[in-house]
Every structure is written in structure tokens, then in C-alpha cells.
């Protein structure tokens, strides 16, 4: 048996541990697009991608606030120019995966969402709490604390 | 019959025509994220997003030569800084959504791959032929003609 067990200790490991207490939200790399931006204060390109739930709140346009199930990933990398297109910023090193999943009644005291994070290509937990996410989600609190505009996409 | 008719014609009349001899491939909207890219010299956002050919290619860095069966679709909008937060860049009006479709016996004289874009909101099709896509995309040439380096995500 020890080899069996041994596989599925490893399959076990390598999800990654939980961040502010959430689970980690499995197989986000291939949900739906809503949006994408470039922070070009610090060189970021990010991608935001939405469960079911979110991508048909985006779709309609019914995101004030977005329904409870909502859960919102936001993929960011370092941004450099291509090789043979030097002016197209695109995506390099992974820096992190950063999480809003809409729950009104578990996440009540911290406005309706769960805010989580994981680092790097390893994706190790950020466990310093949701204050931090939330401070800097202040100015869009009239938004539900979503910064992101859905992208328009042709029906 | 008439009403029932009126209703079908209305449904087909919803999938744009081809472009460049190639049909619209439909529910592209929905397709996972291969990379995103900001091109800075014309202001606009994309998103690379793939079949799951592509998808199942491009995680796994078998992307020179792309396998047949492989269709990119690159989403391109207009940017411009969030409300909220200027140096964001972020969508705004869609400018249009361009195809590259791999097969090399069907498009065995134009490297492989089928070239397609439709324009705008309501996806017209671009009828000027594959030339146009090709003569831009000649530099790559030696990356089986794709500009894109997949983005890397965490598994």
C-alpha cells in the first residue's frame, strides 16, 4: 500500500494550503475571460477570469453588486515587450493569483466577499488577512468593491 | 410556419459570414486564456484565447509547430485608464476578433494556417484576403507565424 498512499499524498500536496481561509479555488487557469489590464505604474499585465457564475453576471452586465457564487481570479504577471514586437507589452514572470468570491452571508463582516491570494509559480498562500485587500479596494466600495469594467464582447 | 421561419432565418442571420473563405468559429467568447498583450503604439488591449487544442498545446510549450486542429483568437479592444485607477489600462470599445486556424493540408499554401478577423460590435466580415494577416506576420515566421509566447500560469 505504501506506494499508493505516497502518490496520493503527493496528488494532495500539491494543491495549495488555504489563504485568509479559503481554499484554494481549483482549475481558475482555464475559466472565461472578463477582462484584462496594464497597470503601468508598476508593470503589471493582468488577466481576469470569472467561474460560471461571474462570466454570466459580466456578460449581462449585472455586476452591482455581483450575484452570491461570483468568484472573480485575477492572474498577474511582470510585463515586458515581445521579442519581435517590442512595443507589445506581454506577459513574463507569474507574480501571483489574487481572489474575490462573492458570498453575502459567510464573508458578511468583510462586505460580502472572501479575499484571497497565492504567490508565485509555487502559489504559497498570502495569509495576512483580507484588510489588506480591502484597504485598497476602498475607492470602488460603490462598485462592490470590484475595480474591474467587463470587457464588451461581441454576441 | 411563417412565425417559425421568421425565427430560424433571425438565428442564422446572428452568425456572421465568413471571412477569407473561413467560418465565424463560434462561442470563441468563452475559449481559456492563452496570454494577453498591451501594443502601446496603438493604445489597444488583446487577449489571446484558444481552443482546447491550443489551450492543451500552449500549457504545455508544444507551440513550434502548433498541432492541426489548433484555433487562436485574439481579442482586441481600445484602452484606457480605469476610473478608478488611471495607470490601469484597461478594455473599452472592441475593436476586433482575429483567427489563425491550423490545418496543414487546408491551408497547406498559406503556411498552415487559415487567416480570419471580423470587425467590430457586429463582427463584419474582413474579405481582403490571408496577404494582409501574412505580410504582418512574416517576422515570426520561424515561430510557426505566431507573435504570441504563451503566458505561464501555475499549475
Known sequence: MLPLLAVLASAEAATPPSSNGIDYPTGWQEWALIA???RTDNGTLRAILGNDTAVKAARAGQTNPWPDGTVLAKAVWKGAGLENWSSA???KAFVHAEFMIKDSVRFAETYGWGW?????ETQAPFADGPQVCISCH???RGRD???TDPAPFPH
Do not use: C, K, M
Open 89 to 91: 507589452v506581454a506577459p
Open 116 to 120: 484571497a491570494r497565492w504567490l508565485g
Open 145 to 147: 468593491w470590484v475595480f
Open 36 to 38: 484584462v489590464s496594464h
Open 138 to 140: 476602498t475607492p470602488v
